[in-house]
């Protein structure tokens, strides 16, 4: 029996988002648990469905679990330096004071990036290794859009990552970091450490593991790993962070340097071979919604467009109103809308109550280049609370905590209104205010892939649709001044260089 000292620190930074994530946004819960230290951590997050939960379980048993801190503050803004220096400041005293341990699990994401660190991980794991010293064993979790540093594989002896995206398999990447610290525990630290990046950037809507390129890819991952590869990954990365080593990772940790850069080179090269399959259509506004009014005038399942880039869960505000003008200007029928984060607009409807009209500005208030307010007379068709259980594969389990909601109606369109940014990857979220998503012709769901998990099942077609948004799609259009340089900034994009 080992004593595991367990926490958790995930941000998925958009560096090109205004403002910053603060410390009362980790601390707030909304569509995850809000930050939750010592015995705390047992009591969210068994069943929440990320990483750590499912190495609790199954750990608990066997080993001594000391409890830390865990946080998620999703994706946004870069981490303001309070709310990094408090939450590392507070894991990493609480890991200080708990000490001695044998072994150390860290549930993060891999995209974090700070006012003071271009990678917060590592700045993480640097503070975390230089208090329980060199031979304590590290496993670390990532995001599948992880964009893993070369600090990063060195500070740490295992590294596990998300093999969907969808991640629905956040539980299965803690088993996987359980059964790689039960190896080291056994056998001992691997000596052998690689990092290779891809020549490229991989936009958000190419990655998805559903299709190829990513699903043969993820797929070889898993093959190559095990014997005496402690754990192999491969992370898409997240074109949005501003950051030297943005970008796709191949990860390995052996116990032979040899075996190692083999098993990691072996990958590289298999994904460079693949640089020109990755493609995924995408249409503007309008094309988007005409061409989902004519899909499903013959249809009876709902044909789904993604506003990928207001998508919240990297980075989006949530709030953008450009697919909601252009469902509306298309006289779209049967059309429902979501999430669109309108705290303000919850509120009047809330007020008003349920059947009244009201004219309101909604949404498009966060200062996006092309968005701005919707103005109209809406229906208040429906209320809610904000608070209900999440039933898809990708949040299932979680509970919610939305705020006030509020389903508004304009023509032949509704809009689910919430009070927190929530990507719309479940759908209780419509469900909530009384829609059902099965019913719909039209669904817009501001997420990129994510929705796919539990709306695609449902869906005639998935169109993907660039409106105005935080998260610019194509990283070609993202104004980074701290890549490296030669850097393709798209599959068979056109390389980087910095401004001289
Ligand atoms: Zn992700």
């Not at 005293?93 to 991980?121: N, Q, W």
């Not at 009201?358 to 996006?368: F, K, N, Q, Y």
Request: charged content about 20%; proline content about 7%; glycine content about 10%.
């Amino acid at each position: 029996m080992a004593r595991i000292a367990v926490g958790g620190f995930h941000h998925e930074t958009n560096c090109f988002v205004p403002g910053v994530t603060d410390y009362a946004y980790f601390a707030a819960h909304r569509d995850r648990p809000p930050l939750c230290r010592d015995e705390a951590i047992f009591e969210w997050l068994p069943g929440a469905n990320f990483g750590l939960s499912r190495f609790l379980e199954l750990m608990k048993d066997k080993h001594e679990l000391v409890p830390t801190v865990w946080t998620s503050g999703g994706a946004g803004a870069i981490v303001s330096r309070d709310a990094f220096e408090r939450i590392a400041g507070e894991l990493v005293g609480t890991l200080s004071r708990k000490m001695p341990v044998d072994a150390i699990y860290l549930d993060l994401h891999g995209a974090c990036v700070t006012e003071d660190f271009e990678d917060g991980e590592s700045e993480l794991l640097r503070r975390v290794r230089a208090s329980v010293g060199p031979d304590v064993p590290i496993v670390v979790s990532h995001d599948y859009h992880a964009n893993v540093t070369p600090e990063t594989v060195q500070l740490c002896d295992a590294l596990v990552g998300y093999l969907t995206y969808l991640h629905i398999d956040r539980p299965g990447t803690g088993e996987r970091a359980a059964k790689a610290l039960e190896v080291i525990l056994a056998r001992g630290m691997p000596a052998g450490k690689a990092l290779r990046k891809s020549p490229f950037l991989i936009p958000l809507t190419y990655q998805c593991t559903m299709v190829e390129p990513s699903q043969g890819i993820v797929a070889a991952s898993v093959e190559d790993a095990g014997g005496d590869v402690v754990s192999l990954a491969y992370l898409a990365g997240f074109p949005p962070s501003d950051q030297y080593w943005c970008g796709p990772s191949i990860v390995c940790h052996a116990y032979s340097q040899e075996l190692a850069d083999r098993t990691a080179d072996a990958l590289a090269k298999k994904i460079e071979a693949l640089e020109p399959a990755f493609a995924v259509p995408e249409l503007e506004p309008d094309a988007a919604v005409q061409e989902a009014m004519r899909m499903a005038a013959r249809s009876r399942k709902p044909v789904i467009i993604a506003d990928t880039q207001d998508n919240p869960g990297a980075g989006g505000t949530c709030d953008t109103t450009g697919m909601l003008a252009a469902l509306v200007r298309n006289k779209a029928e049967g059309a429902s809308l979501g999430i669109l984060f309108d705290a303000d607009a919850a509120k009047a409807a809330h007020a008003a109550g349920e059947g009244a009209e009201i004219t309101l500005a909604l949404g498009g208030r966060s200062g996006i280049e092309g968005d701005a307010p919707f103005e109209g007379r809406f229906k208040v068709a429906r209320l809610g609370d904000g608070k209900f259980l999440c039933t898809g594969p990708n949040l299932g389990g979680r509970r919610m905590d939305l705020g006030p909601m509020a389903l508004l109606q304009i023509g032949g369109v509704t809009i689910v209104t919430a009070s927190k940014r929530a990507q719309a990857a479940d759908q209780e979220m419509f469900r909530h205010l009384g829609v059902e998503p099965a019913a719909q012709k039209i669904l817009v769901l501001k997420s990129s892939v994510h929705f796919r998990a539990h709306f695609q099942p449902i869906a005639e077609q998935v169109l993907v649709a660039l409106a105005p948004g935080g998260h610019i799609s194509d990283p070609r259009k993202y104004p980074y001044q701290k890549l490296r340089p030669g850097i393709r900034l798209a599959p068979l994009g056109p390389p980087w260089r910095p401004n001289r």
